[in-house]
């Protein structure tokens, strides 16, 4: 039986310009695509552009419009991280775009990823953190807006905190926001998710694993009706900015309890990036590649036979 292949989105070709020695690893976007390329379980598609409109559903017009025309303060562009351009503005309507692409295929398929997206420090205010909008934010809303959809769970196991998030959602009873995080890591200071999870350096696989499976659980009794998985591989031990200890098969033994999950209990799903920042950028695009190579395996298991 003919198996569909599963829909992926990408944004890499907007660049946009940053510094020698900067630590965005800009490159890993493109490096993961190519990677994923010839695996035929995977459609992979450019991502629309988002509009204004759709931004406009979560954030504030001021920050959208600074931001869009380029005029926001020298010290809100410090906040992001990233030198402004009208390079950058494509590439970030883009990022955003992507996610909503992906969030509409998992309606429309059960399935949606993009490989990019996950830009969890964004508030409605003010972006942070190499995040300018909230990719995850817009794309809930514009489900909400477009399908007849309501409860959705967020399971960001980035290793810093999904703050912009939290504080987003933080009076919306029906978004179950989870975080599982470096308690010393960056922000410095946290804000509220429905359920946190703060991890001490130096964390192991199992410590990972026997901590995330109780919170998984809470995430889905919420009874959500879509699943956004972000999906950042920065608890790797090889991480720059890491801090936990996790090793590549435990980021796939994360990978495989929590993709397993969601499509055990058939719940449309979302998988965006987030970070990663190992020295070698290979490490850091194997990982992420064994996130989408792990929703290959448990959502088409039959098609390579
Ligand atoms: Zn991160």
New binding site residues.
């Given amino acids: 039986m003919p198996v569909e292949p599963l829909n992926l989105f990408f944004c890499d070709q907007y660049h946009f310009p940053l510094p020698d020695g900067h630590k965005f690893p800009l490159t890993k976007y493109r490096l993961l695509r190519e990677k994923l390329s010839s695996d035929e379980r995977f459609r992979i598609q450019p991502a629309e552009l988002a509009t204004r409109e759709d931004v406009l559903r979560v954030h504030d017009p001021t920050f959208v419009d600074g931001f869009l025309e380029g005029t926001l303060p020298p010290a809100a562009m410090r906040r992001i991280g990233f030198p402004g351009s009208p390079e950058l503005v494509k590439r970030i309507l883009a990022s955003v775009g992507s996610t909503l692409c992906a969030a509409r295929s998992a309606i429309r398929t059960g399935f949606g990823g993009t490989l990019a997206g996950g830009t969890?420090?964004a508030y409605r205010n003010e972006g942070s953190?190499f995040c300018v909008f909230n990719d995850l934010a817009i794309a809930i809303s514009t489900l909400r807006a477009e399908a007849d959809l309501k409860k959705a769970s967020i399971i960001d196991l980035?290793?810093?905190q999904g703050d912009g998030t939290a504080s987003i959602f933080s009076d919306d009873p029906d978004v179950f926001t989870l975080s599982l995080?470096g308690e010393r890591?960056?922000p410095l200071r946290k804000q509220v998710s429905t359920l946190d999870i703060p991890l001490p350096d130096g964390t192991s696989d199992g410590e990972y694993l026997e901590a995330l499976r109780p919170a998984l659980t809470k995430a889905f009794d919420f009874g959500p009706e879509v699943v956004f998985f972000q999906a950042?591989v920065?608890a790797l031990a090889t991480d720059s900015?890491?801090r936990l200890g996790l090793s590549p098969e435990g980021m796939a033994a994360r990978d495989e309890l929590v993709i397993g999950e969601v499509r055990r209990r058939n719940i449309p799903l979302v998988i965006t990036l987030?970070?990663?920042?190992s020295n070698p950028i290979e490490l850091t695009v194997a990982a992420h590649s064994r996130t989408f190579l792990t929703a290959a395996d448990v959502y088409s298991p039959c098609a390579s036979i």
């Avoid at 987030?274 to 920042?277: E, L, V």
């Fill in positions: 969890h420090h953190g980035d290793v810093h995080h890591n960056f950042g920065d900015l890491g987030g970070g990663g920042y």
